[in-house]
C-alpha cells in the first residue's frame, strides 16, 4: 500500500522568505510519480509540480521546486520569494503502479500555509 | 477552452434523498476519476472510469454509491439514501490518458442536512 505523510499541519511564514514543505512517502512501487497541489480557500485543486520516480534532476516549476531525496523517500516542495497569495493548504500525492487504487493518487492530509505580510 | 466542469459547486440535500454529482471532463479527455475530500483530510480516490467502463472502483464504498461515464454526456456520481457521514466536497479529475496529467475540477461540496 502506499502512504504519503505530511508532519506539518500548518506553517506561519514571513513574505518573501522561502518556503520548505515537507513530504515523505512509502511505496513498494519501482516506478511512480510525486505531485503537488495547492488548495486556496476557494476550493479548487492547482497542480503545482510533478516528479517522476526515474527523473534525474530536481523538478522545478517558476517559484516552485521539488527536492526528491529518493534513498529517503521525500519529496519535499520549496517556494522561493513567498507571496501573500501563497496561503493555502497544500497536498503531496504520489501515484504508482501497484493494484489496489493505483489508477489514483494518494494524498497526504496536507498543510495549511500562511504568508504572513 | 473549458477545463473539467463540475455541477453544482454547491448541493444541499437531506438524509435519505439522493445525490446526484456531475463531471464534464476536458475536452479529448477520456479518463475520469472521481475523489472525496472529508473536512480537515486530504482527497482520497473513489473511482475511475473510461467511457462506458468502470477501470477501478476499490474506493467506492460498497453500498449506496454508484459511478457511470456514458458514451455521450458527463460522468455522473450518485449517492443514494444520503446521511451526514456523506457530507463532503467530492472532486473530479480527468486525463487524455493513463498518465499522470491530470486536471481536477472546482468539486461539489454536499452538505447532508
Known amino acids: 500500500a502506499q502512504k504519503i505523510t505530511q508532519t506539518q499541519p500548518g506553517m506561519f511564514v514571513q513574505e518573501k522568505e522561502a518556503v520548505t514543505l515537507d513530504c515523505t512517502y512509502d511505496?513498494?512501487?519501482?516506478?511512480?510519480?510525486l505531485f503537488w497541489y495547492k488548495q486556496p480557500s476557494s476550493g479548487e485543486m492547482i497542480f503545482l509540480i510533478y516528479?517522476?520516480?526515474?527523473?534525474?534532476q530536481n523538478a522545478t516549476e517558476g517559484r516552485y521546486s521539488l527536492n526528491f531525496q529518493k534513498a529517503r523517500k521525500s519529496a519535499n516542495l520549496v517556494i522561493s520569494a513567498s507571496q501573500l497569495g501563497d496561503s493555502a493548504m497544500y497536498f503531496c500525492?504520489?501515484?504508482?503502479?501497484?493494484?489496489?487504487?493505483?489508477?489514483?493518487?494518494?494524498f497526504g492530509k496536507g498543510t495549511h500555509l500562511i504568508i504572513q505580510p | 477552452n473549458a477545463g473539467v466542469m463540475q455541477n453544482p459547486r454547491h448541493l444541499v440535500r437531506r438524509r435519505g434523498q439522493e445525490a446526484r454529482l456531475r463531471c464534464s471532463p476536458m475536452?479529448?479527455?477520456?479518463?475520469v476519476y472521481w475523489y472525496r475530500q472529508l473536512p480537515e483530510e486530504g482527497l482520497k480516490f473513489m473511482v475511475y472510469?473510461?467511457?462506458?467502463?468502470?477501470?477501478?472502483e476499490s474506493g467506492m464504498p460498497k453500498e449506496r454509491f454508484s459511478a457511470e461515464f456514458p458514451k455521450e454526456g458527463p460522468s455522473i456520481l450518485r449517492i443514494q439514501q444520503v446521511v451526514r457521514g456523506d457530507s463532503a466536497a467530492y472532486f473530479c479529475?480527468?486525463?487524455?490518458?493513463?498518465?499522470?496529467?491530470?486536471?481536477f475540477g472546482s468539486g461539489t461540496r454536499l452538505t447532508v442536512v
Open positions: 479529475a480527468s486525463s487524455r490518458e493513463r498518465t499522470y496529467g491530470y486536471t
Open positions: 516528479q517522476g520516480s526515474y527523473d534525474q
Open positions: 500525492a504520489m501515484r504508482g503502479n501497484s493494484g489496489g487504487g493505483a489508477d489514483g493518487l494518494t
Open positions: 472510469l473510461q467511457k462506458e467502463n468502470i477501470i477501478d
Open positions: 511505496t513498494s512501487d519501482p516506478s511512480y510519480g
Open positions: 475536452k479529448g479527455h477520456s479518463h
